[in-house]
Every structure is written in structure tokens, then in C-alpha cells.
């Protein structure tokens, strides 16, 4: 059975980058990367998604009347993918119970810190603040509290005294580049 993927990014897609380089050089297989997804119209990522021939969908938050009617479209446009597998690769929002519930344990997410340590938003930031010497990725399962799901895969990355936000954000990031698609592939083998 081939996974049907689509990635949900609102920037750069960094990580979706990596996803797509990985499916098309074989690493992850029996997978196809059916559509990129964002919530900003001039997100980058879309035109990664463009690039590759991978369908690139822009949905505007404001022409919802709430967060519930902007996530029954979203859930609408991923059925139209067939998705099987629900990508989180920079998209930032919080998303509902009711869009969680409807694909349990088919959302993955990269969150910058070894969780359960330093949530939400920069979590780089909230690590050198805190002053702790190692800091890292995870990949975990999306649940309805935010950056709480079980996790998949950690690495570690060493915090420098002369680390700045950037500096660690982008050690971090060389790391999510590569466990993000290992955790996609345990995924798509049944492995997880």
C-alpha cells in the first residue's frame, strides 16, 4: 500500500524540503507527498511543493468565520488527497480537538526542544533562557494538548555558552532534517 502524505507549512519548509528529498530518493518508500498545504499565501513552502509537482494549496484562514470552519475545509481538502498521514513542518497553529480527533494517530510534528521540555513557541529561546547545556528535536504524535503526544524520535544538540536563538535554532534544525524523515519512514512501514 503506497501512504498518501500531505504536509500542513506556513514558511521557509525546510523540513518539508528534507520529507521531499527523501521520498524521492528512495528513503522513504511506498509513500507519495500528494499535496503542501498552507495558511500563508507566499509561503515558501508552497513554492517547494510547486517544484516538485506536488499540488500546493493556499486556505485563508479569514474568509472563515471561525478556527472550526477553517479546519472542516482543511479536513475537506485533505480527504480530497486521500491522506493517510498528516505532516506538521513549521505550520503555526494550534490545531482543534475536533481536526486531531478525525486523524488520530495520523499527525506527526518536528518541535524544536526535547520535549516535554519548553513548549510552544521559541523553544530555542526558552532554552538558553533556562540555561541548560543540551537541547534537541522530537517528533511526536499530535494530540490535543499542544506538544504533549507521545514522542516518536529525539536527537540531542549541544547548547554553546556563546549560542545565540539563531545559532541553536539552526544546529537544531541540520537535526530535524534528519529524524523527520526517519520518524515518517517507521511510520509509513508500521514501525511506530
Not at 524521492?24 to 503542501?36: F, M, P, Q, S, T
Not at 534537541?136 to 516518536?152: A, F, L, N
Request: include cysteine.
Amino acid at each position: 500500500m503506497v501512504v498518501n502524505i500531505a504536509v500542513l507549512a506556513s514558511g521557509r519548509g525546510t523540513n518539508l524540503q528534507s520529507i521531499i528529498n527523501n521520498v524521492e530518493n528512495g528513503y522513504i518508500h511506498d509513500a507519495n507527498i500528494k499535496a503542501v498545504i498552507s495558511d500563508v499565501r507566499d509561503a515558501h513552502a508552497l513554492e517547494r511543493a510547486k517544484k516538485y509537482g506536488i499540488s500546493a494549496v493556499f486556505i485563508d484562514p479569514s474568509e472563515f468565520s471561525d478556527k472550526s470552519e477553517y479546519e472542516k475545509e482543511l479536513i475537506k481538502k485533505l480527504e480530497e488527497f486521500n491522506t493517510d498521514l498528516v505532516l506538521l513542518a513549521g505550520f503555526m497553529r494550534i490545531l482543534g480537538n475536533k481536526f486531531v480527533r478525525f486523524y488520530k494517530h495520523r499527525i506527526l510534528n518536528i518541535h524544536p526542544s526535547l520535549l516535554p521540555a519548553f513548549k510552544g513557541l521559541r523553544a530555542q529561546k526558552q532554552a538558553l533562557d533556562y540555561g541548560v547545556k543540551v537541547s534537541g528535536c522530537t517528533v511526536h504524535y499530535v494530540t490535543e494538548d499542544m506538544d504533549s503526544g507521545p514522542i516518536i524520535l529525539q536527537e540531542c544538540v549541544p547548547v554553546y555558552e556563546d549560542d545565540t536563538e539563531e545559532t541553536l535554532e539552526n544546529r537544531i534544525l541540520q537535526e530535524e532534517h534528519e529524524i523527520y524523515p526517519e520518524a515518517v519512514k517507521l511510520w509509513v512501514e508500521g514501525k511506530v
